[in-house]
């Protein structure tokens, strides 16, 4: 403890610090694991009465620190030194703080149970490393001969720790040379004990006197926007829409372990819009959470398992502005963690949408956990979607043998209720075991899972198939030479996947999928992966394709795929990326998908991204068609409905040619003289997905992004075929309508960001977009098809389109 004042200047010239020990003995994770460090490091810590102070001396050559600008948060390649602290000492989670060598900030949590992190889009981070949390703190940098100076001051109240009057924290200090392409770190913990990052930190003993203050935020906001778009009465003219708005954050710790979050009618329009995508499954498309509210201590809400989770918070405000939203957080002293979050959403502050989570986790023991999570949803029939539900679950994770075994498990139910005529109740439940071996050369999980057909989760959470189905799923990997170098390689794994379904009800065999595996790092830092993907190569039947009208015995596939990431060390990257499928019935699907990323300078960095996708002879679902047969001669719905929802206007008689009296000979009447069934297409498509990602950075706190996408996609079906039988599909050529459609999508974000203060920023903020979706009326005349257009005519088109442009000015303040 000291009572000296200390200054960030980046100059470490108190007489306290030259009296603090010293940390010197960082070793390397890469590229040579376990070896000393190519740079000496002398890092010191001091612990004040209101703040704890980190500083760093890091030795090198002065040509060769990388001192590039970025946005704050943005990891970006430069030399960093990155500290992590394990204030509540429950050797799971930490509050990690990192600076690079130009005085860019960068703040996260890490927690080792995290499924999907930022860690996960950048692997140069730690594992686990959510850098969406973002604390107020101080620091600053400086550059001499010998190396780099950084040091850091982080106010007590930024983080969480006991009462108890003696206390003991985990730290972990991390340092990136990029030019050496080395990340080194104290303590050292290897590869293959990484599950538990936390649990491996090196501990501080003697903590004692810490009084911090209570941390309380308050953060309003006012902006100023105007929409510029087409005017509906008046094709080719604008029209135009002011908008103000005003709301706030605020933040209070309620006693060193808990977080009160609120926000009042939020806003984020400085967020990066989601990209442009063709879907043409039977499943919703899965869109990251990017907006900050949620984003932030997000982890503790998290439950589920593979694919199915019952939080997903892009459910808020989905259809409608959200008015407010608050969430309670924080850590008992005996181990308990929790999260209480409630959203209300709705026009006009009216609220229609109304969410609460509660989820709660129990530490046992160092390593092992076990929780549980409640869910409510209401919005009532008049105004919103007619549902109420209400979703819970339990889960734990049992660790044995100093953390190398695992046992998991999870159940969960689901309760829908209507609130409008007309629906019926759903109510299911699911299940899952894991038993899993964490470290070592060789690990891996064997895996069964239990979804029942009525399980629906989706008012407030997520799951990528429909229900009804057991699941096998398994998977090992191995580490070759024990995770060391050998041969021109670094260091290498194998994997092997496999994966087998029967449905709930039936026990109708799903198929299965066996997945293989390497990546290979070579001594000069490039990576390389190869696989082997073989889908249903012993047959298997799919619930969902037919949207509702019975299973389809789907095609067998093989899949192979490569990935190729030039070397790290360089200011520019490549990563070039294909994929191959091969149906058995002759289809094909190629994916072509190109990366580059420049670092021109230190204030300029520039990506691009490049991706094609081609579908050849795809047998595919076109539509569900209702045919009706009067007085010998037939017919068929104008919409692609159900007899139920066609009167006798809506339909239209076609020359059949002869053959439904054949076809639907055998086919089970929907009504009497009516029949409802799937009808497939052999399809072509064609997709172009350019992605441009760019900022200028003035200064650490000042800088400028730029996101645009263009997209475009086309596609026709051709060669129908009605699906008379699971195993049979019938040649209907007959078939009156057409499916072939051509997407065109451009949309930009342009954000100046000041941070004028620390934790306060100024936006400015330029969205525009362009899109249409062209679709041929299905029973128009066959000719002019639309999959005809050429690239460049699709391109083009783009900039025929009528545009919207949306201005906004943002300034937010906080108080602390």
Do not use: C
Request: hydrophobic share 35%.
């Amino acid at each position: 403890m000291t009572d000296s004042q200390i200054t960030i200047d980046g100059e470490l010239n108190e007489a306290a610090w030259l009296q603090s020990p010293t940390i010197t003995d960082l070793v390397q994770f890469e590229p040579e694991e376990g070896k000393p460090s190519a740079r000496k490091s002398e890092v010191r810590i001091l612990f004040g009465k209101d703040d704890l102070y980190i500083g760093a001396v890091l030795h090198d050559d002065q040509a060769n620190i990388e001192n590039n600008l970025g946005r704050r948060d943005e990891y970006n390649r430069a030399d960093w030194f990155m500290v992590s602290i394990d204030s509540y000492f429950n050797k799971k989670t930490a509050y990690t703080f990192a600076i690079n060598a130009a005085g860019v900030q960068l703040d996260g949590q890490q927690d080792d149970n995290k499924k999907l992190s930022t860690s996960d889009l950048n692997p140069l981070l730690p594992p686990g490393l959510d850098a969406s949390w973002d604390a107020i703190w101080f620091s600053d940098v400086s550059i001499t001969e010998n190396g780099w100076i950084a040091e850091i001051k982080i106010p007590y109240s930024m983080l969480r720790y006991s009462r108890n009057e003696q206390q003991t924290w985990g730290i972990h200090l991390r340092r990136r040379i990029p030019n050496l392409g080395e990340i080194s770190e104290w303590p050292f913990i290897p590869r293959n004990l990484r599950t538990n990052l936390v649990s491996g930190y090196g501990h501080i003993t003697g903590i004692n006197g810490i009084n911090p203050r209570r941390n309380i935020q308050v953060k309003p906001y006012v902006l100023a926007g105007l929409d510029l778009f087409e005017n509906k009465n008046i094709p080719g003219q604008t029209d135009y829409k002011s908008k103000y708005d005003a709301g706030g954050d605020i933040k209070i710790g309620i006693g060193p372990n808990a977080m009160l979050d609120a926000t009042i009618s939020p806003d984020f329009g400085q967020v990066e819009a989601d990209p442009a995508v063709l879907n043409l499954t039977a499943f919703e498309t899965f869109f990251a959470e990017k907006r900050p509210f949620f984003l932030e201590g997000a982890d503790i809400y998290k439950f589920g398992i593979g694919n199915s989770r019952l939080y997903y918070s892009r459910r808020f405000g989905a259809n409608e502005p959200i008015i407010a939203a608050a969430k309670l957080s924080g850590h008992s002293e005996k181990g308990l963690s929790f999260g209480l979050l409630g959203t209300t959403a709705g026009k006009n502050f009216h609220p229609t949408n109304n969410y609460a989570v509660f989820r709660a986790s129990q530490r046992i023991g160092s390593y092992s956990s076990a929780g549980g999570i409640m869910t409510y949803f209401y919005s009532p029939a008049e105004e919103g979607t007619g549902w109420q539900s209400m979703t819970g679950g339990i889960d734990w994770d049992l660790r044995f043998n100093n953390n190398k075994y695992g046992f998991e498990g999870i159940a969960a139910f689901s309760d829908r209720n209507p609130l409008a005529e007309g629906r019926q109740q759903q109510t299911g439940a699911m299940s899952g075991l894991v038993l899993r071996k964490r470290q070592g050369i060789v690990d891996g999980h064997f895996t069964l899972l239990m979804f029942t057909d009525k399980y629906n989760p989706n008012d407030i959470g997520w799951i990528s198939y429909e229900q009804n189905w057991y699941q096998i799923w398994s998977n090992l990997n191995y580490k070759l030479k024990s995770g060391q170098s050998f041969g021109p390689f670094q260091r290498g794994d194998v994997s092997i996947f496999y994966t087998r379904r029967l449905s709930f009800l039936e026990l109708y065999d799903m198929g299965s999928n066996v997945n293989l595996s390497s990546s290979l790092t070579t001594r000069k830092f490039r990576l390389i992966k190869v696989g082997a993907k073989f889908f249903d190569m012993l047959g298997g039947y799919d619930l969902w394709e037919t949207r509702g009208l019975g299973i389809w015995g789907k095609p067998a596939y093989v899949e192979l795929s490569g990935e190729f990431n030039s070397d790290d060390r360089k200011n520019w990257k490549v990563t070039p990326k294909a994929s191959l499928r091969k149906y058995d019935n002759k289809g094909s699907e190629y994916i072509l998908d190109f990366q580059g990323i420049i670092n021109t300078g230190t204030r300029l960095s520039f990506q691009a991204n490049i991706k094609g996708n081609w579908e050849d002879h795809k047998t595919a679902w076109a539509s569900n068609e209702t045919f009706i047969n009067e007085n010998g001669s037939w017919k068929i719905g104008n919409l692609s409905n159900s007899p139920d929802n066609l009167s006798g206007e809506d339909y239209t008689a076609i020359d059949d040619k002869g053959m439904l009296d054949i076809i639907l000979a055998e086919v089970k009447e929907y009504k009497p003289g009516q029949y409802y069934v799937p009808v497939f297409g052999i399809r072509d498509t064609r997709s172009l997905d350019f992605t441009v990602r760019s900022s200028l950075t003035f200064t650490s706190r000042f800088s400028m992004q730029l996101y645009s996408q263009f997209f475009v996609a086309k596609g026709r079906y051709d060669n129908f075929s009605i699906l008379s039988d699971p195993d049979k599909m019938d040649p209907f050529s007959a078939y009156p309508k057409r499916r072939d459609f051509n997407y065109k999508n451009l949309q930009s974000n342009f954000v100046t960001r000041w941070e004028y203060r620390p934790g306060s920023a100024i936006y400015l903020v330029w969205s525009h977009s362009r899109n249409r979706r062209d679709e041929n009326n299905p029973l128009a005349p066959w000719g002019d098809p639309l999959y005809e257009q050429s690239l460049g005519g699709q391109l083009s088109d783009i900039f025929r389109i009528f545009p919207k442009n949306s201005f906004m000015i943002k300034i937010d303040y906080a108080f602390h």
